[in-house]
């Protein structure tokens, strides 16, 4: 068939088995097929499914626990199927993409530049480098879901190889209530190597308000002594406008017994710089100060408060306005540089990651103290971490991505992907470069999930995309929810024996 396949040894193999994560350093499949078709990818299911060969998908590889590494069986690496086509109305305007299963995001954003489509955009991930299948498949959290949706809501059509190695494609279109359109339902959110292999997505471009994006990137480093709950509290449980989207990565990096506690904020609003400079004084200007404080509370909160408009003045310096073309091809890459490095694979540069995540909701009265709680709880960590790990290399990282607004309009059994009321997906990262620390940092890690895992959705709710190395048990509940039972019901039908198997 001519199918690109390598071995071990050989240089292709050993660069689609190479991982950033360390915990993965000796997953080593049999063999490592690169297809460059739909065809490619039938055959090679095939041919693995009649001998009874384990199969793996690979796309950008991002998987934070080790979903595109294989240990055994046949690894397919998608990197080969990176075609992009742009399709336009009668008026040069971009309507749809049809996008190969292999491509990574970076690759489909410069279909807009390539045209100088300014003003729209293509509803993909927040790190140009993430590919594009695991992406949509887990749902797909994007730098406009606020505005659009999940990335999985702006899909109109996949095309997917089954276990019978037929071609299907599934779709909007596809008849309610059949088959097919239950195909298409589960893989927008339980779709990761699930159901078969999606060789093509085709998606919706989307309009932006303006041509313009408004973007920036800020890490703030409160004052030492001076605590930072208030000022993150009121900008975590702010009712922003669905245009506006602010990230936020609480950073505890410990090298040689030092170590500094920094937020970095990273914010993308689809409107002119006047109305984004008056969005942050009109949501995060400091409350004024209770008569009733004592001389001490007022000094803690006087410097508080000083922090908090230092914060503001250097979110409105340090963003600005720049086509949106430029914004996805470019900007995107600096903003999500340090979440690149931890998982694309760069000799010397590599080390052991842990993660875990949750789902966070901001829009009920009793979110505000469980919010607090969270706060509370993670800043307290960090002083623990920093003691237990201050003689080492390690870093802490709590990572709250921006949700809601647009994606809380479909109900939960709009697709699968079921969490459409969280506010904020958080995910932990534990991140080390000694191999004897990993008991240490796992129980760090587990240690974390037990004490937030009530303030979670559910009180278990994970994300897909940010998946989670602390589940013990109930995966499919904890990432799918009230979706698992039906989603495992399409398994039944398309998937009978679990040739892909259900995590």
Not at 156 to 169: H, L, S
Not at 208 to 219: D, E, H, P, S, T
Not at 285 to 311: C, F, I
Not at 456 to 483: L, R, T, W
């Amino acid at each position: 068939k001519g199918i690109p396949a390598f071995n071990q040894g050989e240089k292709e193999y050993e660069l689609s088995v190479a991982t950033a994560n360390l915990l993965y350093r000796f997953t080593r499949p049999e063999c490592v097929v690169q297809p460059e078709t739909t065809e490619h990818v039938q055959y090679i299911v095939e041919q693995a499914r009649d001998v009874g060969e384990d199969i793996t998908v690979k796309c950008g590889g991002h998987s934070y626990t080790g979903f595109s590494t294989a240990d055994h069986g046949l690894l397919i690496d998608l990197k080969r199927m990176t075609a992009v086509k742009l399709q336009l109305s009668k008026d040069k305007t971009p309507t749809a993409v049809k996008v190969q299963a292999g491509a990574r995001w970076g690759d489909v954003y410069r279909t807009l530049i390539n045209g100088s489509h300014r003003g729209y955009v293509i509803n993909g991930g927040r790190c140009p480098s993430v590919g594009v299948s695991g992406f949509l498949l887990g749902g797909g959290l994007g730098p406009f879901t606020r505005s659009f949706g999940m990335g999985s809501d702006t899909v109109i059509e996949a095309t997917i190889v089954t276990a019978d190695g037929k071609k299907v494609t599934v779709g909007k279109d596809s008849p309610p209530g059949s088959r097919e359109a239950e195909l298409f339902w589960a893989l927008r959110g339980a779709g990761c190597g699930t159901f078969g292999v999606v060789t093509e997505f085709k998606m919706d471009v989307k309009k932006l308000k303006n041509k313009n994006v408004v973007a920036g990137r800020y890490l703030w480093t409160p004052t030492a002594g001076v605590s930072h709950h208030r000022t993150m509290q009121q900008i975590l449980m702010a009712d922003w406008p669905k245009e506006m989207t602010i990230d936020n990565n609480w950073m505890l990096d410990v090298k040689g017994g030092k170590g500094e506690m920094g937020i970095r904020f990273t914010i993308y609003y689809d409107g002119p710089k006047d109305e984004f400079d008056k969005l942050l004084d009109e949501k995060m200007t400091p409350q004024p100060l209770d008569g009733s404080l004592s001389p001490e509370d007022r000094v803690k909160l006087q410097l508080e408060n000083a922090d908090q408009e230092n914060l503001i003045k250097q979110l409105k310096r340090r963003s600005m306005p720049e086509p949106s073309t430029r914004f996805l091809y470019e900007s995107l890459v600096l903003m999500w540089d340090e979440e690149a490095r931890n998982s694309l694979p760069r000799p010397g540069d590599n080390a052991y990651q842990k993660y875990s995540s949750f789902c966070f909701r901001t829009d009920r009265e009793e979110d505000a103290r469980a919010m607090e709680e969270i706060i509370r709880i993670v800043t307290a960590q960090q002083t623990f971490f920093k003691d237990e790990f201050k003689t080492d290399n390690a870093s802490f990282w709590v990572t709250f991505i921006h949700s809601g607004g647009k994606a809380t309009t479909f109900s939960r059994t709009e697709t699968a992907y079921p969490w459409r009321e969280c506010t904020f997906h958080t995910y932990i990262t534990i991140k080390w470069t000694d191999k004897w620390l990993e008991q240490n940092a796992t129980g760090f890690l587990l240690r974390m999930k037990d004490i937030l895992k009530p303030y979670s959705m559910n009180g278990q709710a994970s994300f897909i995309n940010f998946s989670d190395a602390a589940i013990a048990k109930d995966h499919d509940v904890a990432y799918y929810g009230e979706n698992s039972a039906r989603a495992r019901k399409v398994k039944s039908v398309w998937d009978k024996d679990n040739y892909f198997n259900w995590p």
